[in-house]
């Protein structure tokens, strides 16, 4: 006889192991860390006794959930900004916060409220992307939940790593740190193809290949990632990042939304593993992902929660039961995905996806003691029928409730018993969270009270104050100018011909000024060539007026718009917003020692015709005199001095 520490009996077991064994009644002999033995109760009791035996009263003793994909700190933005797209979201709401006030203690915080709900919802192991992913994993291990921890690496400033060769310095010294604990994996997550280059997708992988730990991703989430990626290198995601190397690392990919079976193949070839994420698909209404193609192919898929501000909750029983209906939904079929195969995914083929499968996953001798007890005779999934093999799954999978999960055992450590957390104080940890709520509230309260501050919130703008001198003069025919313009006293530096698209947008306090997008298409012998884009916060004010309506105008900021105009729309939400697109030929020319710019508009949107434009960036009042001197100057030589006066009531069209 074989004394074990814990021998658990009266359970119905599902092993979810290669070959889907079930024992009812079963029981489960724990030694240390891992499982020693598994099978009908009546031979293990032959084999084992316990230091302690529990009674499992007939419930559901399975693996714990695998939550292949999330970002546990999150739990403290969960609610923070919802039904927004992705890049609003991320870019205008997360992005920022975290910039602010993701810290050590921050992460350590929100990781230790995740460990709790992940634990009450019978996860037992998860996979991580964050920042200071050290608080990360030190959290989960005192915990006591198992996770494969990744440290984000972006092209991007960080909040914890100023730039991204620092961010592999810090990366390694974690993953140095960390590597061979009992609880945690390290790993390393270049955040996606987007948001790195080419070279970080490169050296992650070779630093995840030098150390042999997972690389975690996100790839393929959305339509407009794939359509840029094509754009710009001419092939969709995963040909990309399987030309920098990165699937000869052991690659977790979350979404894998837009692929197709080419890239499938790919995935499987490289032994990459995939985490679905049905709930974050749905809400960010990224698309559906080709699940059913990818299990077919032999894809090790898991499925994820993604974080909690995208989900918003760490629920993975919602989660296996939104992936079965999903699959089926869209394959017009409802044999697809079936429970066993939904609660496999959440389980061993989840723990595999991770590269951890002979870790856990499966209740299997050697694999270490992670399991649930699940109570299946709550009113919502009673009565339990026997008949088939695929009734007890049925019942987890579409009836089971995250809050039947009664009891949790990580790595031979119970961490929940009779629902009541051991290693967590839940009400401690929610109240710290309610603080740094009220935080992030009034930060964003007042970051949303203007619109300087919300473009200076987007981060990558540089805030620079400009001031014209300028004169825009309605014309007739543009010829006689251009004839004028080659005269002598005027030395043309550069000509340029561009298209140009502008949205003012306005705002319901008129003191915040409006926003410019422009968009420049450069017209090269009748072709369209390179884009460029700005947004321009234009001060509602003008600071001053010259003889012949010359006006002195402020621009407060200026940056390179890196993001669509249907972006800074959703972000920031105008009242009103008017398009104005024009033909421009720009001269840059010198006069008298002093450099102009001399636009000839036709404005084309709404169809006013062509304008004569006089302008040069002025820094004193008594420079601003002197220029709006010579610009009179010109507009005389330009014989267009006369159409100064009945300008005004077309400047109001454009301008207001
Ligand atoms: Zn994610």
């Known amino acids: 006889m074989t004394q074990a520490d814990i021998l658990f009996r009266n359970a119905h077991i599902l092993t979810m192991d290669e070959k889907m ?79 602010q006030f993701a810290s050590p203690e921050f992460v350590r915080l929100g990781t230790s409220i995740a460990c709790a709900e992940l634990i009450k919802s019978g996860v037992t192991t998860f996979n991580d992307m964050y920042f200071y992913e050290d608080d990360v994993a030190t959290a989960t291990a005192q915990a006591g939940m198992r996770g494969v921890c990744g440290q984000s690496i972006l092209k991007f400033p960080t909040p914890d790593a100023a730039s991204y060769e620092d961010a592999m310095e810090k990366a390694r010294d974690y993953i140095k740190k960390w590597k061979g604990h009992p609880l945690i994996v390290p790993s390393i997550a270049p955040h996606a193809p987007y948001t790195t280059t080419a070279d970080i997708l490169r050296e992650t992988a070779d630093l995840a290949k030098e150390f042999d730990i997972p690389l975690h991703t996100h790839l393929a989430e959305t339509s407009f990632e794939v359509d840029n990626m094509r754009n710009e290198n001419g092939m969709p995601v995963i040909p990309y990042v399987k030309k920098q190397g990165l699937l000869e690392a052991k690659v977790i990919a979350a979404h894998c939304v837009h692929i197709d079976v080419g890239e499938i193949r790919s995935l499987h070839h490289a032994g990459a593993g995939v985490s679905h994420n049905p709930s974050s698909n749905l809400k960010l209404a990224s698309g559906f992902a080709p699940v059913v193609k990818m299990l077919e192919t032999g894809l090790n898929v898991g499925i994820g929660t993604d974080g909690p501000a995208s989900n918003n909750d760490l629920d993975m029983f919602e989660e296996v039961r939104l992936a079965a209906f999903i699959a089926k939904a869209v394959t017009n079929d409802p044999t697809s995905l079936p429970a066993p195969q939904a609660l496999l995914m959440a389980t061993r083929l989840g723990a595999q996806a991770l590269h951890i499968g002979h870790l856990t996953g499966s209740l299997t001798p050697n694999r270490r003691a992670d399991l649930i007890l699940v109570d299946l005779s709550p009113t919502h999934n009673s009565p339990s029928f026997r008949r088939s093999a695929d009734n007890a799954y049925a019942q987890i999978v579409y009836a089971s409730k995250s809050t039947d999960v009664t009891d949790v055992m990580i790595n031979g450590k119970w961490v929940m018993r009779d629902r009541k957390l051991l290693t967590l104080d839940e009400g401690e940890l929610l109240a710290e969270a309610a603080d740094i709520a009220k935080k992030i509230d009034s930060f ?119 993001n669509s105009l249907r972006f800074y729309r959703e972000y920031f939400k105008p009242v009103t917003e008017v398009t104005i ?53 010109l507009l005389e030589l330009l014989g267009a001095s006369s159409a100064a006066a009945e300008t005004r009531d077309y400047l109001e069209m454009i301008q207001s």
């Open 21 to 99: 064994t079930q024992y009812n009644r079963g029981a489960v002999a724990v030694t240390g860390d891992s499982i020693a033995a598994v099978g009908p109760e009546d031979e293990i009791k032959k084999e084992y006794s316990g230091k302690e035996t529990i009674d499992c009263k007939g419930k559901i003793l399975m693996p714990g959930m695998v939550n292949a994909h999330t970002h546990v700190p999150m739990t403290l933005l969960r609610g923070i900004a919802d039904d927004l797209r992705l890049d609003v979201w991320l870019q205008g709401y997360m992005w920022p916060v975290e910039r």
């Open 581 to 633: 697109e024009k033909d421009r030929l720009r001269w840059f020319i010198k006069y008298k020692d002093t450099e102009f710019y001399i636009n000839l508009d036709n404005v084309l949107t709404p169809a006013l015709g062509y304008f004569l434009e006089i302008k040069s960036r002025t820094w004193s009042r008594k420079d601003a005199d002197n220029k709006a001197h010579l610009v009179n100057e």
């Open 444 to 562: 964003l309260v007042e970051r949303e009270q203007s619109v300087l501050s919300k473009l200076i919130a987007l981060g990558g703008s540089t805030e620079e104050e400009s001031f014209e001198v300028q004169i825009k003069v309605k014309i007739g025919e543009p010829d006689p100018i251009i004839q004028a313009l080659m005269r002598n006293e005027m030395d043309i530096l550069y000509e340029r011909h561009y298209r140009q698209h502008d949205a003012y947008f306005f705002f319901d306090d008129e003191s915040q000024g409006r926003l410019r997008y422009r968009e420049d298409d450069f017209v090269d012998q009748g072709n369209l060539t390179k884009t460029r884009s700005r947004l321009t916060l234009i001060g509602q004010k003008r600071e001053g007026q010259f003889e012949h309506e010359v006006l002195l105008s402020r621009s407060r900021f200026l940056a390179p718009a890196t």
